[in-house]
C-alpha cells in the first residue's frame, strides 16, 4: 500500500502494489532493454532505482545485476530468485519514502506505460507445452476416439507435454502469419496450402527461476522454489497440420509457427492470497508426484476476439487456473525427474485451460467441436480464426478493494505468405 502516497491506482488496475510483476522495456526506441516493475499506469525502472544505490545491501550488492539486465532479459534477474522476498519487500520499503521525497528520482524512474516498447521478459532458452486440463483432454479424447475411452490410463499417472519452440515464442501485440503446411489428404493427395484451421489456446505459463543442474531432479516440494513467475501464453495451433502429422511422434509444424505470451511475469507470492485446493487425483499419483500441499491458484481468464470486420471485440469464453488437473509444481517436478536440466528463463506451458461449461471451453476446436458448429461474434460467424481476427486473452484475481492481473496476451493472423 506504500506506493499509493505518491501513485494513483485504480481499484480495477492489473498493477497494484500487491502484484509488482517484472519485464523488460525499452523507455525510447533507441533504448537499451531495462529491467522494471509495472505499478499501475507507469513502469518502475529498476537500473535507475539500482544506479540511484537504493538497493545496497547484502541482498544485491550493488546495480550490476540490474545493469546487466539492460543488456540481456530477465533471465539474469532470474538468477536471484531465491532471494526474492526480500527483494520484493525491498522494493516495497524502498520506495517509500525516499523515492516519494526524490521528485528527480520519480521522474527518471516512473515511466508512463503507453510511452514504452515491452518486449519478452526472459530470453527463453527452451519451451514445454503440457496437456494438463482434465476438461480439455477428455474433450479432444470425445472428438477423435469416442466416449467409451476419451483418456488415455496414462494420462492421470503423469503430466503429459511436447517440446515446444522456443525461437517462435513472441511478446504480446506480434502478428501471427498463417503457416502454410500438410493437412490431411483430399482424393489421395495430401492438402498443401495456408492452414485452414488456425487456433488459438488459453493457456498459462510458469518462468522457470534458478532451475536445476544437469541429472538432478527437482523434489516436488521444493518445486515451487522454481518457479520465478506465472504468464499468459497462447500456444496458436495450426489443427489440420496437427492432427496430419501428429501420429506418431506428435505436434511439430502445428504448433512451432508461433507462441505469444504477455509481457509481465506475476510472481508466486502475488499469487499466494489465490491458492486454492488443486483437484483430488484418482488414483493417486506415485510417490515422487505427491506434494505436501497440492494447490492451484484460482486466476479468472478469458478470451476475447476483435473479427477483421469489427471494431469491437467478443468475449469468446472464461476459464479459470484452477482447474488444471496437474499442478505446476508437479509439471515442474516430472520435467525434471529423469535428471532434464531447466534453466532460468525457460517456459513451461499448462496446455489448453478449459473448464467443465460450455463457455469455459479454451480453444476453438472445442467451441466448435472441430467446426461442426459455427459461432457467431457480432454478427461474425466463425469454425476457425480468419486473417484479421485478433485474439486477446486475459487473466486476473479478485481480492479485497485491489486486482493482480498479468495484462493481456494478443495476437492477430495474418495472410499467409504466396
Same mark, same amino acid.
Given at each position: 500500500?506504500?506506493?499509493k502516497s505518491?501513485?494513483?491506482v485504480?481499484?480495477?488496475?492489473?498493477f497494484?502494489?500487491q502484484?509488482?510483476?517484472?519485464g523488460v522495456?525499452? %523507455?525510447q526506441p533507441?533504448?537499451?532493454?531495462r529491467?522494471? *516493475?509495472? =505499478? #499501475?499506469d507507469?513502469?518502475?525502472?529498476? &537500473?535507475? $532505482?539500482?544506479?540511484a544505490?537504493?538497493?545496497?545491501?547484502p541482498?544485491?550488492?550493488n546495480?550490476?545485476?540490474?545493469l546487466?539486465?539492460?543488456?540481456?532479459?530477465?533471465s539474469?534477474?532470474?538468477l536471484?530468485?531465491?532471494r526474492?522476498l526480500?527483494?520484493?519487500?525491498?522494493?516495497?520499503?524502498?520506495?517509500?519514502?525516499t523515492l516519494?521525497d526524490?521528485?528527480?528520482?520519480?521522474?527518471?524512474?516512473?515511466? %508512463?506505460?503507453n510511452?514504452?516498447e515491452?518486449?519478452?521478459? *526472459?530470453a =527463453? #532458452?527452451?519451451y514445454t507445452?503440457?496437456f &494438463?486440463? $482434465?476438461?480439455?483432454?477428455?474433450n479432444?479424447g470425445?472428438?477423435?476416439?469416442?466416449?467409451?475411452?476419451?483418456?488415455g490410463?496414462?494420462?492421470?499417472?503423469?503430466p503429459?507435454?511436447?517440446?515446444g519452440?522456443?525461437?517462435?515464442v513472441?511478446?504480446?501485440?506480434?502478428?501471427?502469419?498463417?503457416?502454410?503446411?500438410?493437412?490431411?489428404?483430399?482424393?489421395?493427395?495430401?492438402?498443401?496450402?495456408?492452414s485452414?484451421?488456425?487456433?488459438?489456446e488459453?493457456?498459462?505459463?510458469?518462468i522457470?527461476g534458478p532451475g536445476?543442474?544437469?541429472?538432478k &531432479?527437482?523434489?516436488?516440494?521444493?518445486?515451487?522454489?522454481?518457479?520465478?513467475?506465472?504468464?499468459m501464453?497462447n500456444d496458436?495451433?495450426?489443427r489440420?497440420?496437427?492432427?496430419?502429422?501428429?501420429?506418431?511422434?506428435g505436434?511439430?509444424?502445428g504448433?512451432?509457427?508461433g507462441?505469444?505470451i504477455?509481457?509481465?511475469?506475476?510472481?508466486?507470492?502475488?499469487l499466494?492470497p489465490?491458492?486454492?485446493d488443486?483437484?483430488?487425483q484418482d488414483p493417486?499419483?506415485?510417490?515422487?508426484?505427491?506434494?505436501?500441499?497440492s494447490?492451484?491458484?484460482?486466476?479468472?481468464?478469458?478470451?476475447?476476439?476483435?473479427?477483421?470486420?469489427?471494431?469491437?471485440?467478443s468475449?469468446?469464453?472464461?476459464?479459470?487456473?484452477?482447474?488444471?488437473?496437474?499442478?505446476l509444481?508437479?509439471?515442474?517436478a516430472?520435467h525434471?525427474i529423469?535428471?532434464?536440466?531447466?534453466r532460468?528463463?525457460d517456459?513451461?506451458?499448462?496446455?489448453?485451460i478449459?473448464?467443465?461449461d460450455?463457455?469455459?471451453?479454451g480453444?476453438l476446436?472445442?467451441?466448435?467441436?472441430?467446426?461442426e458448429?459455427?459461432l457467431?461474434?457480432n454478427g461474425?460467424t466463425?469454425?476457425?480464426?480468419?486473417d484479421?481476427?485478433?485474439?486477446?486473452?486475459?487473466?486476473?484475481?479478485?481480492?479485497d478493494?485491489?486486482t493482480?492481473?498479468?495484462?493481456?496476451?494478443?495476437?492477430?493472423v495474418?495472410?499467409?505468405?504466396q
Open positions: 500500500m506504500a506506493l505518491f501513485i494513483e485504480h481499484p480495477d488496475s492489473h497494484p502494489i502484484n509488482l510483476p517484472y522495456f525499452k %523507455p533507441n533504448s537499451s532493454p529491467p522494471g *516493475v509495472a =505499478i #499501475g507507469y513502469v518502475l525502472d529498476l &537500473s535507475e $532505482i539500482a544506479s544505490g537504493l538497493f545496497d545491501g541482498l544485491l550488492n546495480s550490476d545485476c540490474f546487466q539486465v539492460r543488456h540481456s532479459s530477465l539474469t534477474l532470474s536471484l530468485f531465491r526474492r526480500s527483494f520484493r519487500s525491498q522494493v516495497e520499503e524502498t520506495t517509500e519514502p516519494r526524490n521528485a528527480a528520482l520519480r521522474q527518471k524512474s516512473l515511466v %508512463p506505460m510511452k514504452v515491452l518486449l519478452l521478459p *526472459v =527463453i #532458452g527452451d507445452d503440457f &494438463s486440463s $482434465i476438461h480439455h483432454t477428455r479432444c470425445i472428438m477423435f476416439r469416442g466416449p467409451q475411452n476419451p483418456v490410463e496414462n494420462w492421470y499417472r503423469l503429459i507435454a511436447y517440446h519452440r522456443a525461437s517462435s513472441v511478446i504480446s501485440g506480434t502478428d501471427i502469419v498463417r503457416p502454410r503446411g500438410q493437412g490431411h489428404p483430399i482424393d489421395g493427395t495430401p492438402y498443401f496450402g495456408p485452414l484451421k488456425v487456433d488459438f488459453l493457456e498459462m505459463a510458469s522457470v536445476n543442474e544437469l541429472g &531432479s527437482v523434489d516436488i516440494n521444493n518445486a515451487a522454489d522454481h518457479i520465478f513467475g506465472l504468464v501464453m496458436w495451433s495450426a489440420d497440420i496437427q492432427f496430419w502429422e501428429t501420429v506418431p511422434l505436434p511439430f509444424l504448433k512451432s509457427f507462441t505469444t504477455s509481457p509481465w511475469v506475476v510472481t508466486l507470492e502475488a499466494e489465490f491458492a486454492c488443486a483437484p483430488k493417486p499419483p506415485l510417490p515422487y508426484l505427491t506434494e505436501k500441499v494447490k492451484n491458484y484460482d486466476v479468472s481468464l478469458e478470451v476475447h476476439v476483435k473479427p477483421a470486420e469489427h471494431k469491437d471485440s468475449l469468446v469464453a472464461r476459464s479459470n487456473l484452477k482447474h488444471l488437473y496437474w499442478t509444481t508437479q509439471q515442474l516430472h525434471t529423469n535428471g532434464c536440466n531447466l532460468p528463463g517456459l513451461l506451458g499448462t496446455g489448453t478449459s473448464g467443465p460450455p463457455d469455459s471451453l480453444c476446436l472445442e467451441l466448435t467441436w472441430n467446426g458448429k459455427e457467431s461474434w461474425a466463425r469454425k476457425y480464426l480468419e484479421g481476427d485478433e485474439v486477446i486473452l486475459s487473466g486476473y484475481c479478485k481480492g478493494g485491489y493482480i492481473g498479468f495484462g493481456t496476451c494478443s495476437g492477430k495474418v495472410p499467409s505468405p
